[in-house]
């Protein structure tokens, strides 16, 4: 198990996911902890609270995992995945506010780099508008 | 509550959920991305294939397992929305129903779907719907005051500007049409007036 911060990727589209953790796993290759899922549960555009909860589990790291979401559905529904989580692991997975793609590169970045999962989600969020 | 109480109510107001498909996805359309009549038709046709499963459990316990049912399989905002409201509703369902306690657990489930939305009254959303129609459960109004009520908060809707959700980004474009969860909200007051009406 990795001691970097994982990172978890929600789109309400499977390929806008999948781009998404391509960009990311360019940038920081294998090193950190990553996991992506889109799509509702027939497969259309949406997303899917046991499929948010399979990707938290695939990026798992004891220092916490980063999700990053697109739009309102995909913020409620994995709020409700985190609060399925096993008790002891609710704290360590946190939303981050800021835009998908962006927001995952730069948090995998500062992941990579070995920082707090407090760190990660500060340096994402710092590209949302005030 | 007897089960088959439990059965007729959950099974009316998610045959009703269905059968707005085309009307809620039309009024999603106007504000939304369209997609809430077919997210509603998956979460009430998932609830409807676990039907008798479901409704043998205690009335708390069938609303609470109709809530995750929803959270499972809707795929979009209104899965967690519904889902917290039910499952909380059935959470704090009272063991002798009577008004003071059916109120307290509406409430209890409304202030539920208020935190999981961030949301607020008048910022048409479904909120805009349960409140007043809670409202009128804890006066004691009749099922027919109740739709009526839940009906006219519904079509208040209108001329908010929404605040919260997809329909936020439109700013004040989003005036001028009925919000589409105020509407499902109504819908299944008006289905669970309907099967207590012909159950009494």
């Avoid at chain 1, 911060?5 to 290759?29: K, L």
């Avoid at chain 2, 049912?69 to 499952?87: C, D, H």
Wanted: glycine share 12%; proline share 4%.
């Amino acid at each position: 198990m990795s001691d970097k911060v994982g990172i978890v990727i929600v789109s309400h589209s499977p390929e806008v996911a999948r781009g998404t953790a391509d960009m990311v796993r360019q940038m920081v290759g294998t090193a950190v902890p990553l996991a992506h899922c889109g799509g509702n549960p027939d497969g259309g555009l949406g997303t899917d609270v046991a499929k948010i909860m399979t990707a938290i589990e695939e990026a798992w790291s004891e220092a916490g995992v980063a999700l990053f979401v697109d739009l309102g559905g995909a913020e409620t529904n994995s709020e409700m995945a985190i609060e399925m989580l096993p008790e002891e692991r609710q704290a360590r997975a946190v939303i981050c506010n800021a835009p998908l793609v962006e927001g995952a590169v730069m948090g995998a970045t500062e992941a990579w780099g070995g920082s707090s999962l407090e760190q990660v989600c500060a340096t994402a969020e710092e590209l949302s508008p005030a | 509550m007897d089960s088959a109480v439990t059965k007729e109510l959950i099974e009316t107001v998610a045959r009703a959920l269905i059968e707005a498909e085309a009307e809620l996805t039309a009024l999603d359309q106007a504000i939304g991305d369209g997609d809430h009549g077919i997210n509603m038709k998956r979460g009430a046709t998932a609830v409807l294939d676990q039907l008798d499963g479901l409704a043998e459990k205690p009335a708390g316990e069938a609303f609470k397992a109709t809530g995750m049912q929803l959270v499972m399989k809707v795929g979009g905002a209104s899965g967690p929305l519904y889902g917290t409201l039910l499952m909380t509703l059935g959470k704090f369902w009272p063991e002798s129903l009577d008004r003071a306690s059916l109120t307290t657990a509406l409430d209890a489930a409304f202030a539920a779907v208020k935190a999981r939305g961030k949301s607020d009254l008048g910022q048409k959303t479904m909120l805009d719907v349960l409140a007043p129609s809670i409202e009128a459960v804890g006066a004691g109004n009749s099922l027919e005051e109740i739709k009526a009520v839940a009906k006219a908060a519904a079509e208040a809707t209108v001329p908010m500007q929404a605040i919260r959700g997809r329909a936020s980004f439109l700013g004040e474009r989003s005036v001028g049409h009925m919000d589409p969860g105020a509407r499902s909200s109504q819908l299944a007051i008006a289905a669970l007036c309907d099967a207590l009406e012909g159950g009494s």
